[in-house]
Each structure stands twice: as structure tokens, then as C-alpha cells.
């Protein structure tokens, strides 16, 4: 528990910092005098791939077999320092059908998560940008088997204060502007939903509700989300490829969950700048600050 209270108040004062970042004038902008425009990086992708999945609540055996999912992440620079901070909205919603070793024994699996987040932004040189901050997110979920009678489903369900991280490299090869990134998000902090072992969710359903909450801490609740990506900007298309490895472990009342994916990630992006009610007027004197490239 004093682990536990320690990082809490690391996560507490990770936000304490970012907010008073929001008081902090950017010096490029008060340099020039006038605000900058910040464009819009929002991105659609879909991913394929394998997914390893032990439930103890559901079964003692490592189920194996196909993840897929699609995502939404919009990254823009902050109003308030945008050279400086850039912020992170992302979703995923996820699918996944494995198999227990025999193969005669199916598991699915259901995700949905949504996070946002904040990062400071460390210029090295013209091409390599370095990120650090800190985020927060919700997540919900569900595992079934039809094979179980009494315990059919897990369900799933956490929020979470995490510490995120990663780098940005942007080169050309010939005429071609390419963008190559790399996120990484760990939990810190927060709550998480389990019930007892073997405790039926019909008794929680009557009322049988202690215990269900806990404290999530990377001791009991581990997970580490890794992203890279290359954008190949084409003009005003963007193409974007990567890869995307999620790690994921919790342990609470003797029940243990584990769950590892790899996917290819494949999309579509796109930049652009939200024009207020004077139009696009000076728009292309103004300073324009990209959150990536």
C-alpha cells in the first residue's frame, strides 16, 4: 500500500505539472505577436494480428489465435504553449477469437479504450523530436467462452493514470517527407474492477458487491502499449503503417490474467487546420506548429 500511495502521489503531482504548464506564456508566440495555427493530425487505422490470452477465472490453459481492431488518434499542439506541448486523443476498439491448445475450446474477447494525455516536447534538431507526459484513460471489456456453464464471462473494466512516452524522427527520402514515431503508455495509478475467485457475477447481480474495486498499481496491474508507425505524406494523403505490440498482466484474489498481441497497423491520416469565422485571411503568414512532422 505505501508503493501504492507513492505513486499515486507521483501521478498527482505529473498532473499538477501539466496544468500549470497552461499559465506558462510559449516564447515563440510572444516573440511573434500573434498566436500560431496549430493543424489537426487525426489518423483511422486497422490492425491485424495474434493474441495470447491466460484467464484463470475462465480456464487454467493459455488460450492463442487472431486479435483485430480499429483506432482513431488525433494529435494537435497545445494552445497554450504550442511549441512546446503536444496532446493525444486516442480510442481503440478491439476483437479477438483464440483457442485453447486441443483447438476444441474457443475464448472471445472484446475491448474498448479511450485515452487522452498530454506530452512535453523536446526539439533535438530539425528531425528528431522527443516526447514525455503524462495520460489518462478508460478501458471496458469482456472475455467469453461458450464452454463454461456457470462462468462464462470475465468482464473487464479499469481507469487508469499512466506515464507515456516516445520519439519522432522525420527525414525524406528523394521528394518524399517520411515520419517515422514510436508511443509507449505504462499505468502508474487507478482502479480496477475483479471479482472474487469463482465468485459467479449472479451473486453480484443480488448484491454481493465488496470487494469489487481495486487499487491498480504496476505490482498488480501491469500494462505497457507499444506504437510505431511511418507516415509517407503524399501530398494531402497520408499513409500510415506500423506495428503495435500491447502487454498486459493483473493479479487480484488468486485470479491471474494475462494477455500479449502483435498487429500490423494500416491507415489513412490526415492534417489540417480548423479555419475560424474570419476565414483564412493572413493564414498563410501565420506561423504553423505540426504536433509531429
Known sequence: MKLNRLLSAIAALVLAVLAAQAHTPDSTVAAAGSRPERPVLSAYTVSAGSSHVAETYLSPLKYSGWSTALAYERTQAMRFAPGRWVMRLHGKLAVERTLSPARNASMWGLDLNIGWGMMRRFRLNSSWNIL??????????????????????????????????????????????????????????GIFFSPEYGELYYEIYLGNHKGLVRGAWPGNFFRLDNLATVDLRL???????????????????????????????????????????????????????????
Not at 499512466?162 to 522525420?170: Q, R, W
Not at 527520402?173 to 495509478?189: C, D, N, Q, V, W
Request: proline residues 3%.
Open 132 to 189: 514525455a507526459g503524462g495520460a489518462t484513460d478508460i478501458s471496458g471489456g469482456v472475455l467469453y467462452t461458450p464452454r463454461n456453464g456457470n462462468n462464462p464471462v470475465a468482464a473487464k473494466a479499469s481507469w487508469t493514470v499512466n506515464a507515456t512516452a516516445g520519439a519522432v524522427f522525420n527525414t525524406r527520402i528523394g521528394r518524399l517527407p517520411i515520419s517515422a514515431r514510436y508511443i509507449a503508455e505504462m499505468p502508474l495509478t
Open 235 to 293: 501530398g494531402r494523403t497520408i499513409i500510415r503503417a506500423g506495428y503495435r505490440c500491447g502487454i498486459f498482466s493483473s493479479k487480484a484474489s488468486h485470479i491471474v490474467t494475462r494477455r500479449i498481441s502483435h498487429s500490423f497497423v494500416l491507415g489513412i491520416a490526415s492534417e489540417w487546420i480548423a479555419l475560424s469565422a474570419k476565414g483564412n485571411r493572413g493564414l498563410a503568414d501565420a506561423e504553423i506548429i505540426s504536433s509531429q512532422y
